[in-house]
């Protein structure tokens, strides 16, 4: 078989994790929640917001992003 130009598609099956937030932490996501809301006129519970969050904090590291690379 011929090598095609896209690679194979990453694992996407999605995992399920549950954790424990401290009070302060929960209160701050709910208003973050809000705030997502007045800017984009759509309300997104937390548990959809969290994942995108963390997606971008993890790609703005640039640190972790170097490290992640030299494995």
Do not use: C, H, N
């Amino acid at each position: 078989m011929a090598e095609i130009k896209l690679r194979k598609l990453p694992e996407r099956t999605p995992v399920k994790m549950s954790i424990q937030l401290l009070p302060e932490l929960a209160e701050a996501l709910q208003e973050y929640a809000a705030a997502y809301e007045a800017s984009y006129g759509r309300a997104e519970p937390v548990a959809d917001l969290v994942p995108a969050m963390l997606a971008s904090f993890l790609e703005s590291d640039r640190e972790f992003q170097k490290t992640r690379r030299q494995k």
